[in-house]
């Protein structure tokens, strides 16, 4: 699993852009990872978004991650599932899905990532890291600090969410992210493919520079 652009979806409809839409630019833009979270609308029209997502992932071998819904998941045959802290359990959720599949959770706090890393999380989504407006119950910003933190005491791969730009892109895996997951930064972009690459770019270049400096 490469975590490093870690794209979730949205309906911009100001812009004229679909889950779809910001996927299929996200990916040509390099994403490695494309999660679909969407909790306004039917059981059916979720469904039928997430069979044409895996679709178009599917024949990239670019990874689904649904959030929250497990049902969803199955039913397409989506790699795996995002759970918030109010979400599902773990236990459960893991019970549900079996070994086979990938669950990430949400962790705002070094106990919650170290709860969720004992449970059998496969991977962290830490955050916000800076303040957003891409998701209004994220909470307060976290910070690097507690991102630093959380990495020197966990072993599983991190995600940083929150507030992320090509301004701070390259600070926030310099703290410990494995990778960044991204919203606004790629679905209200002028260019969304561009916006990706960029990104990504700096990422790359990120991770090199730790390397190189020995972690």
């Known amino acids: 699993m490469d975590y490093s652009l870690y794209v979730i979806t949205a309906d911009v409809p100001k812009l004229g852009r679909t889950h779809l839409d910001v996927a299929r630019e996200a990916v040509k833009g390099g994403a490695t990872i494309i999660q ?5 609308k039917s059981t059916r029209e979720v469904l039928e978004m997430a069979m044409a997502l895996h679709e178009l992932l599917a024949d990239r071998e670019i990874p689904l991650i649904i959030n929250d819904r497990l049902d969803i998941a199955l039913a397409v ?14 236990e459960m959720a893991r019970r549900i899905l079996g070994s086979e599949r990938i669950i990430g959770v949400s962790a705002r706090n070094l106990e919650e990532a170290v709860q969720a890393a004992r449970g059998g999380a496969d991977y962290l989504g830490v955050g916000p890291i800076f303040a957003t407006s891409s998701k209004g119950d994220a909470g307060e910003p976290t910070g690097l600090k507690t991102l630093s933190d959380i990495k020197k005491t966990i072993d599983i791969p991190i ?4 507030g992320v730009s ?3 892109v390259e600070a926030i895996i310099e703290a410990g992210a494995d990778g960044v997951a991204v919203i606004s930064a790629v679905a209200f972009a ?6 990706s690459e960029d990104l990504l770019g700096k990422i790359i270049r990120a991770k090199k520079n730790k390397v190189g400096e020995g972690e």
């Open 36 to 40: 679909f979270r969407e909790k306004g």
């Open 77 to 90: 045959g989506a790699l795996g599932v995002h759970i918030g802290q109010d979400d599902m359990s773990l």
């Open 159 to 162: 995600v940083a969410i929150g």
């Open 166 to 168: 090509l301004d701070n």
């Open 190 to 195: 002028p260019e969304m493919r561009r916006a």
